[in-house]
C-alpha cells in the first residue's frame, strides 16, 4: 500500500488494508507483493503529479501476474477518463465504492479470500502505538471558490457520536495517548444529522472516557470556532489547547472572492480572544498567496495581519486553479513567479515570528513532552508536545535524555537553544 495526501486520507488506507489483513500478507515493498494499492490524492495540481508519477512508477513491477489497484481521490474525481490515461491500473476505485472492496478486490485477483468490511474499526494502523488519527466526518458543506473538496468527498457526512465514542474507547484501552480528531470541516461535525453544531456534545461523552489520552481537533472553520468550544477547551485539560484554524486570507476583498465567511475584523477578534481566554493556547493557519485579484499591497497587508497575530504555526500555498471550481471564472493573470516571491514574503515574517516565540522558551521546562524517535545524527531523542501536531509543519523537540527512552514515553524536557523550527533541551525529573 502506497498513501499519498492528507491524515484523512491515511485512515482511508489503514481501513484499506484492514480489508485485507484476515486473508493476504502485507508486505513492505512492492516487489514482494502480488497486488499492490495505490491510495491517491487529487486536491491540487502537485498532489494529482505525485499520484501519477507514482502509479507510473509501480507499474514497471506489473509482471508474474501482479495487479495494481488505484483508489481514492484521483479516480473519484475523473472517473472514466482516468481509466483511458492509465491503462497500466487493473482497477480504479472510487472513493464511494469502498464498502464494495472485498468484492472488488477478490474479482481482481480471480480469488474467493474472505475479506473483511471496509470498517473504521477494523483497520492496519500506519501511526506509532502512542497516537491515532480519528476520522469524525467525511465531506464538507463550503463552497470556497479555490477548493475541489466538495467535487470529491461530496458534501458533509458526519458519523455519529456512538460510534467516534466506541473507537476512541478502543484506543484508549490500547495504550494511545494523542487522539486526533479531523475530517473536512471538524467544527461542523454532526450539523447533518444532528441538525446543529455538535463538536461540543462530542467532546463531552469523548473526555469522559477514563484513561490518561489528549485529544487534538484538526481542521476548524473560523467562523463556527464558538465561546463554547474555546470555553470547553479552556476547562478541560483532556482537549489539547491547540486551534488549527486555516483562514486561507485576511484581507476582505479576498476573502470574499474566495467565498470564505467572516472578515479581517472578525479573524483577529477570534485570535484575540482565543488568546485571552487561554494564554498557553497553540494557533495555526494555512494561507494561500496568489489568488486571483490578490495585489502587492494585500500581501503587505497580510503580513501586517500575520505580525499582528503572531501565529504560533504557519503553513502556505501558492494558488492552484481547480477545474470545476468557482475560481475558474476569475482572471487568473498572477505569473508563478509572482506567486512564489509572495509565498517566501509570508514565510520569512512568519519565520522571524516563530524564531521570536521560540527564543522566549529558552530556560523553560516542557511537561508533557512525548518521545516519537530518534535523531542518529545529533544523538538526540525526538519529541512532540500539545504544541506540535503530527505532520510537517510544526516542529519538533530534540531531547539529550538521561537514560534509553521509548517511544511515546513522556518526559520533562528543559528548553536549551532553537532555531525557527525546533527546541533542544534536555531530558530533566
Request: aromatic fraction near 10%.
Amino acid at each position: 500500500m502506497v498513501s499519498l495526501g492528507c491524515a484523512k486520507n491515511q485512515v482511508d488506507s489503514e481501513m484499506i488494508l484492514g480489508v485485507c489483513k484476515r486473508s493476504m500478507e502485507i508486505v513492505a515493498t512492492p516487489d514482494e507483493a502480488d497486488v499492490i494499492i495505490v491510495n491517491t490524492c487529487a486536491f491540487i495540481e502537485p498532489a494529482r503529479k505525485e499520484a501519477i508519477e507514482t502509479i507510473l512508477d509501480l507499474s514497471d513491477y506489473k509482471k508474474d501476474g501482479k495487479k495494481l489497484i488505484v483508489c481514492g481521490c484521483l479516480p473519484q474525481r475523473y472517473k472514466e477518463e482516468i481509466i483511458n490515461l492509465l491503462p497500466e491500473v487493473d482497477r480504479f476505485v472510487r472513493i464511494d465504492e469502498y464498502k464494495d472492496l472485498p468484492n472488488i478486490i477478490n474479482s481482481v485477483i480471480n480469488s474467493s479470500f474472505d475479506l473483511n468490511e471496509y470498517d473504521f474499526n477494523n483497520r492496519i494502523y500506519s501511526t506509532p502505538d502512542y497516537m491515532r488519527y480519528v476520522k469524525i466526518s467525511e465531506g464538507c458543506m463550503n463552497h470556497c471558490a479555490f477548493c475541489a473538496i466538495p467535487l470529491i468527498r461530496g458534501r458533509l457526512k458526519s458519523r455519529t457520536i456512538e460510534s467516534i465514542k466506541e473507537e476512541v474507547l478502543m484506543h484508549v484501552k490500547g495504550g494511545v495517548y494523542e487522539i486526533n480528531l479531523i475530517s473536512q470541516d471538524t467544527t461542523k461535525y454532526g450539523f447533518d444529522i444532528y441538525n446543529k453544531l455538535m463538536i461540543v456534545e462530542l467532546l463531552k461523552e469523548l473526555v469522559s472516557i477514563e484513561g490518561d489520552f489528549r485529544i487534538r481537533l484538526l481542521y476548524l472553520y473560523p467562523d463556527i470556532v464558538t465561546d463554547e468550544l474555546i470555553e470547553f477547551i479552556k476547562n478541560n485539560p483532556k482537549v489539547m489547547p491547540y486551534f488549527d484554524i486555516p483562514i486561507q486570507h485576511s484581507e476582505d476583498k479576498l476573502l470574499k472572492k474566495m467565498y470564505r465567511r467572516g472578515n479581517r475584523e472578525y479573524l483577529l477578534n477570534l485570535f484575540d480572544k482565543i488568546k485571552a481566554s487561554i494564554p498557553h493556547a497553540i494557533l495555526r493557519t494555512t494561507l494561500i498567496v496568489g489568488f486571483p485579484y490578490e495585489e502587492e499591497e494585500d500581501i503587505d497587508s497580510l503580513i501586517e495581519f500575520i505580525k499582528e497575530v503572531k501565529f504560533d504555526r504557519l503553513g502556505a500555498f501558492t494558488f492552484s486553479l481547480e477545474e470545476g471550481t468557482k475560481a475558474v471564472e476569475y482572471p487568473n493573470d498572477i505569473p508563478e513567479d509572482v506567486k512564489q516571491r509572495r509565498y517566501e514574503r509570508v514565510m520569512e515574517a512568519q519565520q522571524e515570528i516563530i524564531l521570536a516565540k521560540n527564543k522566549v522558551l529558552i530556560g523553560s521546562v516542557i511537561d508533557d513532552a512525548f518521545i516519537i524517535g530518534y535523531d542518529e545524527e545529533s544523538f538526540m531523542y525526538v519529541a512532540r508536545s500539545y504544541a506540535y501536531a503530527p505532520d510537517e509543519i510544526d516542529g519538533c523537540i530534540f531531547v539529550a535524555a538521561r537514560y534509553e527512552l521509548n517511544l511515546g514515553q513522556r518526559v520533562k524536557v528543559k528548553i536549551l537553544d532553537c532555531d525557527e523550527y525546533s527546541l533542544t533541551g534536555e531530558q530533566v525529573e
